[in-house]
Nanobody, 119 residues
Framework: QVQLVESGGGLVQAGGSLRLSCTAS????????MGWFRQAPGKEREFVAS????????NYADSMEGRTTISRDTTKITVYLQIDSLKPEDTAVYSC????????????WGQGTQVTVPS
């Protein structure tokens, strides 16, 4: 099992930036990939970005590329999501997810953190 705890959400003015953090615990030696998803009110959950734990290669949703940076700190077992130039449509619950080498698929999720960008 892997436990994920997010932090860093809140109210941010349009045009601002924020950095979300997600710290993993438990079976972290088996981490293959960690990522971020978001779900806006009335919409389905969507992929934002992911990073492979070994090597650090990244992947971004087309809509987020250019103003989003995902990174990881392997010593802290933490993944970060930096979003710049925030827009009201970025308002959502952002959730961290993890995939293990021997348990592929986004099987582990954090509780989510709310990000609100008022219009």
């Amino acid at each position: 099992q892997v436990q994920l705890v997010e932090s860093g959400g809140g109210l941010v003015q349009a045009g601002g930036s924020l950095r979300l953090s997600c710290t993993a615990s438990g079976r972290t030696l088996g981490l293959y990939k960690m990522g971020w998803f978001r779900q806006a009110p009335g919409k389905e959950r969507e992929f934002v970005a992911s990073v492979k734990w070994n090597g650090g290669s990244t992947n971004y949703a087309d809509s987020m590329e250019g103003r989003t940076t995902i990174s990881r700190d392997t010593t802290k077992i933490t993944v970060y999501l930096q979003i710049d130039s925030l827009k009201p449509e970025d308002t959502a619950v952002y959730s961290c997810a993890a995939e293990l080498f021997d348990d592929r698929g986004w099987g582990y999720w954090g509780q989510g953190t709310q990000v609100t960008v008022p219009s």
